[in-house]
């Protein structure tokens, strides 16, 4: 069961045994399918600095599904240049494409979700548009993340 603590607000669907919870406003969790609250808070990859305080995990903002292991969620409170992270199942940070590629990413108020080891994303580099990136770089940036997407997937 969901604890007594929340009055659920919106759920998804269950995807690789887990759902998102909207348990207040701009608060999400996930839970197992046997209600049991598994990730409350993201723990972040490196300690990152917010308004002069060092912080190592977060709440989530807003919740994507998990697929190929990773969801997308927009946590609370890192600065602007974050406004995406990946996270894994157990609750720990996978990436957050605006650190590690050194851009924008553009629209993250709508989080992409991964579909046979790819996401798309739009991203901008501060002062210009660039193109969905490209599927040699995204699979340099998997597979340097320790992914290994299916070869036929860069087709």
Partial sequence: MIPGKWKLAGASSFSEGLAAA?????HWVYF??????????VKLKVTR??????ISDVKIRRAGDFRDGLAPIEPAKISYDEPLIYIRPDGTEAFAPSSELGMVVCFASKPREFRDGLVQLLMAD????????TLPFLAAL???MGLTPDASDFH
Wanted: charged residues 25%.
């Fill in 32 to 41: 197992n399918v046997e209600g049991a609250v598994i990730i409350e808070r």
């Fill in 22 to 26: 909207k348990v207040d406003t701009f």
């Fill in 142 to 144: 998997l597979f340097s």
């Fill in 49 to 54: 600095k917010l308004r002069g305080n060092m």
């Fill in 126 to 133: 501060k002062m210009n548009l660039v193109n969905v990136i």
